[in-house]
């Protein structure tokens, strides 16, 4: 009798209404909770890579100030010339970057010439020079979409695009496959000295780089007291 009276204490009674199936309209509202839930993490999701990509980073000196993407990073190139670059694209050894260059300006070849086109021309054969396998593919004065005067920070500029083919393995000590880079130099003249802010990337990461390049020149502005 004792047994009996155990075993019946210790069975568990269970509602016959949780075996009931949930009703359409209750699955129907389940569904859609579970796709709000799903909607709001992908909303936040998307919100939280919108904030990060568009976050922004000052590069300040003398005589430019400019904003670019906070992920970037700052560096110098192999001439010591101020840099900012997306480590997160094109290869290992170069990626995406704005390199900043300020140098004497050239005297004026021709009485009566432009010192900016000479500037610009200087600074081209100064390229050819220095780049192995240069080839400049334009030398422009207006801008090609909107046919309007060239400029930067509110100065007249000449843009010159060019290719040429890099190996920067060699300066690290490993030789690798030469790297075919594309190129817009944005020339100005801040009185004697020659500015030169300088877009490059992969050519294969070019068409993706350039319209970034082209927002972060198009923000430049002259330093206070340049």
């Not at 300066?171 to 877009?199: E, R, W």
Request: glycine letters at 8%; aromatic letters at 6%; a negative charge.
């Amino acid at each position: 009798m004792e047994q009996t009276q155990a075993a019946a204490a210790g069975q568990v009674r269970i509602d016959p209404r949780a075996l009931t199936p949930p009703t359409a309209a209750a699955e129907r509202a389940a569904n859609l909770l579970v796709l709000l839930v799903v909607a709001l993490a992908l909303g936040l999701g998307w919100g939280l890579k919108v904030f990060v990509e568009n976050r922004t980073a000052i590069y300040n000196d003398p005589t430019v100030t400019f904003s670019y993407p906070a992920t970037w990073v700052t560096d110098t190139d192999d001439d010591d010339n101020p840099m900012v670059r997306d480590a997160k694209s094109g290869s290992t050894l170069f990626n995406n970057r704005v390199v900043v260059v300020h140098t004497a300006a050239p005297k004026s070849g021709l009485p009566g010439g432009s010192p900016l086109a000479d500037a610009a021309t200087s600074w081209a054969l100064k390229r050819a020079t220095a780049l192995s396998t240069f080839r400049n593919l334009a030398t422009l004065d207006r801008d090609p979409i909107t046919d309007q005067p060239l400029t930067v920070a509110g100065q007249p500029a000449i843009r010159v695009d060019y290719a040429y083919v890099a190996e920067p393995g060699m300066a690290l000590g490993q030789p690798g496959v030469p790297i075919v880079v594309q190129g817009s130099d944005f020339v100005t003249l801040n009185g004697d000295q020659l500015t030169v802010l300088s877009g490059q990337a992969s050519a294969d990461q070019w068409q993706a780089f350039e319209p970034q390049l082209h927002k972060i020149i198009a923000g430049v502005k002259a330093s206070e007291g340049g």
